[in-house]
């Protein structure tokens, strides 16, 4: 798999790459509501309807995606509010961080299927450090968003029949 980068600071990325990590960021792949991601068509855009619901979806609030991917306020609000079209790059940008939260999930409920057990205990960080240490892929991101990952693990692990709880560390 390729990754590109969902940082528009060219040096944040580089710095990334320079120690040996990947860039949390799928390229050129368009968002559906059957979640099926495929390679992207200028023709289909995205809805503002679905791209507020993606975003909160992903844990992130306006002032919080202003500070990932580098844009203003207003210009969310009108992206979201179909006053303004939305540009691609944040389209792509907005489904990598989902794509990144749906892999994390799905490589967690792997390992678990390789060695399950009767219940599990998910741990949520409390520290932003501890969170990125523990997970450095998720850089650039608040911690909100590995609590979605935590959520969407939980939800497969109990339609797996497993009983799990969330605990702090």
Known sequence: MSYACFFRDLDRCLDIL???????????????????????????????????????????????LVKVIDVDERSIRKWESGKKKLPLDVIEQVVAIDQLITDTANKAFDDFKKSPQDSVTLHRYIEEEDYLNAHPE????????????????????????VPVSIEYV
């Open 18 to 64: 320079n120690a040996g990590r990947k860039l949390p960021y799928l390229p050129a792949i368009c968002y559906n509501p059957s979640r099926t991601l495929h390679p992207f068509n200028t023709s289909q855009i995205m809805h503002p309807a679905e791209f507020k619901t993606l975003r909160e979806a992903i844990g992130l609030s306006i002032s919080t």
């Open 138 to 161: 998720f850089e650039g991101l608040p911690i909100t968003s590995y609590g979605v990952v935590l959520y969407r693990l939980r939800q497969k692990l109990i339609d797996a029949g």
